[in-house]
């Protein structure tokens, strides 16, 4: 159960007040913008919530983490995503995520054609994610069992994501394959007397001839 | 059913797709945040989205718009939300709210022991929102069924807001009842020297001997 925040107005009925709550478990919703959702949700045709509601049920029942590489995906008779099962992809290759919508945001630019592996977070200690919470153990498994040859880590260039990505470095250091992680510098669209420091240098340690 | 927004990611599956479009329809929230809520809550609990689902549900089953006033309250057997059928308050004045929202911050203040009737919007012909759409005619009817003696005009201050409060005035010249606004001035914490010249104005115009 949902707890019910305390800033809430007294006067909105039960079951409003019950679905602000599970409004306000979602990231960046507050109390306020979660009332005016479920005030918007009010206004809708009275089909729409039977069908909002069937679709939450739908996306449990038929969705899972794929059983080798951990990305949310559609579930079928294997447990294996599609993008696991497509043989005209590099197997030999994994790109190491650390959520399914990186995955997603990667397939978008069409320019990878290997494999991924997705961790399900970063390292951080100080917030109880430890390298266990994590699918590591399955991801060095892979490496070996598949025979992996070139890993990339493409984790957010953040505090986590690096120690996360040095954890993993270390860990295939005995491992025989090449260990490569995104490039870093400016965005696209950037202006470089707006970068900061640290973009800055990256971009200048990543630089390359024309 | 909602329509599927073409910017999506073609990797998803089609319950995910299904679950992102019906986050879209809601206000302020667009395909990338649709697609990082419903990432967020295929991380949470089995039981959370069974419970959210239900809840959706529950809303519409258990609550309704008050035959009265017309704000949303939780169903009883009249039909009349707990604010209409409260004999401590004054039934004489009535405040007219654009939105339920609206009603449950005046509430909020405490300070307000009249009767409420909740229009559904504001007149905006540009949208095809006319007198006729909103419950105005409901409105006239109660100001003279029930003998109202004041009326509060608490819609937003901005064109719409003052279209509908001026229309409201028209109708209400020949009812023998006082009629005011909600005063428009400063908001606290505000600084006058970052304020609009509109609401500048107004604060001088309202201004109060202390």
Request: with cysteine; proline share 3%; glycine share 6%.
């Amino acid at each position: 159960m949902v707890e019910i925040s305390g800033c809430m107005s007294s006067e909105l009925s039960i079951p409003i007040k019950k679905l602000i709550g599970f409004f306000t478990v979602l990231p960046g919703i507050g109390p306020k913008t979660a009332e005016r959702l479920v005030f918007h949700l009010m206004k809708q045709k009275d089909s729409f919530l039977d069908d909002f509601s069937h679709a939450l049920l739908e996306v449990k029942e038929k969705t899972a983490s794929c059983k080798r590489c951990f990305s949310f995906a559609e579930l079928n008779a294997q447990q294996i995503c599609s993008i696991c099962l497509d043989t005209k992809r590099d197997s030999f290759v994994l790109c190491v995520m650390s959520e399914t919508t990186d995955l997603l945001a990667l397939e978008k630019t069409g320019e990878y054609e290997g494999k991924y592996h997705v961790l399900g977070g970063t390292i951080n200690t100080l917030r109880g994610i430890y390298p266990e919470s994590l699918t590591i153990a399955d991801f060095l498994k892979r490496v070996k069992e598949e025979k992996v040859r070139e890993v990339i880590l493409a984790l957010n260039p953040d505090a986590t994501g690096e120690a996360t990505s040095l954890y993993l470095w270390d860990k295939l250091k005995d491992c025989n394959v090449r260990v490569s992680r995104l490039g870093l510098g400016l965005p696209m669209g950037a202006d470089v007397k707006y970068a900061d420091a640290l973009t800055l240098s990256n971009a200048l340690k990543g630089r390359r001839s024309l």
